[in-house]
């Protein structure tokens, strides 16, 4: 089954609907529930959804969900191609957090799931993990440039193909009826991605601490005693 934005949009809604269900009547604090929960879904993959969800700002609505037409298969989730709001805004929240009167089913899930205290503290442990690596502000920054040098070259074939739409964006923003080239506005937009991926961290960590009430961060340095000794998981 593959669900979309809380809609079945491919096979049948039955597993999704009664996964639903199963949440709205059970306590995640119980351990019995919490553990049962992990046969139903692969919480690796929700916990890494819900993370690159709150880091590029994308709404809780957008939800992509696959189960294996398994008797014993487990729903994982995709990141679709939702809005991303990094680069683009400076008060980025943890929508996925977030409570609401009418929550998504992502916001639901994760709701029932920081009632316990072992997610909790593996959400938390992920969200380090992942800010300390693949979305530290090194890596974004590396990964930034390499996407970048990828497609400056054709962006100027982009803007000559379609300078309203480049110059209708720039009009828009600054106000100014003389819209700079096409060319440039992408070349700030790359620069403000870059500048976003360096705060990003430090700004989700002091809202996570808020969100799951923690007490803060530690440094933690480690000391190499060579190569091929293996890794170290915090």
Not at 10 to 24: A, F, M, R, Y
Request: proline residues 4%; negative net charge.
């Amino acid at each position: 089954s593959l669900v979309q934005k809380g809609r079945t949009v491919q096979g049948d809604d039955h597993h999704w609907t009664e996964l639903i269900n199963w949440l709205n009547t059970h306590d995640l604090k119980a351990q019995e529930n919490y553990a049962h929960l992990q046969t139903l879904i692969d919480l690796d993959s929700l916990t890494n959804h819900a993370v690159l969800q709150m880091y590029f700002g994308q709404s809780g609505e957008n939800l992509i969900a696959v189960r294996p037409q398994a008797q014993d298969g487990r729903w994982y989730w995709v990141l679709g191609n939702g809005a991303n709001e990094l680069g683009s805004a400076t008060d980025l929240s943890l929508v996925p957090l977030e409570s609401s009167a009418e929550p998504t089913d992502l916001q639901l899930l994760l709701g029932k799931l920081v009632e316990n205290a072992d997610y909790r503290a593996f959400l938390a442990g992920r969200t380090a993990d992942l800010l300390n690596t693949s979305l530290s502000p090194e890596e974004m920054d590396q990964h930034i440039d390499r996407l970048a040098s990828q497609l400056r070259p054709d962006i100027g074939f982009e803007t000559t193909r379609w300078p309203t739409v480049s110059g209708l964006i720039e009009t828009q923003r600054s106000g100014d009826d003389q819209p700079a080239p096409g060319k440039a506005i992408w070349e700030r937009n790359v620069d403000a991605l870059r500048a976003s991926s360096q705060h990003r961290p430090q700004e989700m960590r002091q809202q996570l601490e808020s969100a799951l009430d923690l007490r803060g961060t530690a440094p933690v340095t480690f000391n190499e005693s060579g190569e091929g000794d293996g890794f170290v998981v915090v």
